[in-house]
């Protein structure tokens, strides 16, 4: 007589407990201890962070401290605060420092106003078919290699260029390698950071909210001033961080269309290669990392950071 095994048991039978996998009771216990899961999430991307990002900063702070030896080249680990005076007190470290922050600013400001309109447009005005086509376009130019769009506009603006072909005609003419020629540069290759975070901030304000302001009487200026421009805040600086962030530490793009000019990256570069000296290109690396810190710190102040 062969028994169904999958009939229901009968009542008053006993049903033999079942055994859980070790996958099983693993999942449970986590399941029942929220704190312990957290942590075996957060633990490997912590322990990276922390190795790479902290310990690389704790490495730079100590080879700050150390010098050169001017006879043999060889780095000598004994501790002095040298190289930190020569840079603070320094003045070509003070010139190139104020020369970096300049530039970083007005990339900064340049990115923003143009990323602003096309931006807007992406967000409230275009079809879906063109938003698509549009970010489409504005991450094309994230494909190509940064040193081949770098020395594009090296060829653009140089003498005798497309750009002082197209000006000539006007008494125009190319402003060479050099300082605006940087700005430019850097300008076309930190935009796209710039307009993604700004375009998907606008798309999280509602049309309702436009439309209740024009209902109201309100002008187009007056509803992005008053509506508009403190719902994307957040957005605008995000993109800031961004182009800010990487300006203050390019050293390749002022190397090949800024002519004679420095920045604190190109004095970084030259220490650890042609001079040599790496303590000294450790404690001028702490400029930027500095002004970075503050300006997220004046950042988190206006409160901008809590909705990113």
Known sequence: MTVDASA?????AVVPPQRGTMARR?????????????SLL??????WLGLVYIAALAA????ALWTVDSFTGQISQTWTLDNIAAVLTGSLYQTVTLRTVGVALLVTIIDIVIALPIAFYMAKVASPRAQRI????????????YLVKAYAWRSVLSQGGIFEWLVSPFGGHSPGYGLPA????????WLPYVIL?????LERVPDSLLEASGDLGGRTWSTLRLVVLPMIWPAII???IFSFSLSLGDYITVNIVGGANQMLGNLVYTNVGAANNLPLAAAIAFIPILIIFAYLAAVRRTGALNNL
């Open 8 to 12: 229901p048991p009968t009542r008053g």
């Open 26 to 38: 693993g999942s449970v216990f986590l399941s029942r201890h929220p704190r312990l899961r957290l």
């Open 42 to 47: 957060l633990g490997a991307p912590l322990f």
């Open 60 to 63: 730079l702070l100590i080879t």
């Open 134 to 145: 549009l970010v489409i376009a504005i991450l094309m130019p994230l494909w190509a290699s």
């Open 182 to 189: 940087t700005i430019i540069t850097l300008s076309y290759l």
């Open 197 to 201: 975070p700004i375009y998907a901030g």
């Open 238 to 240: 995000a993109g800031s």
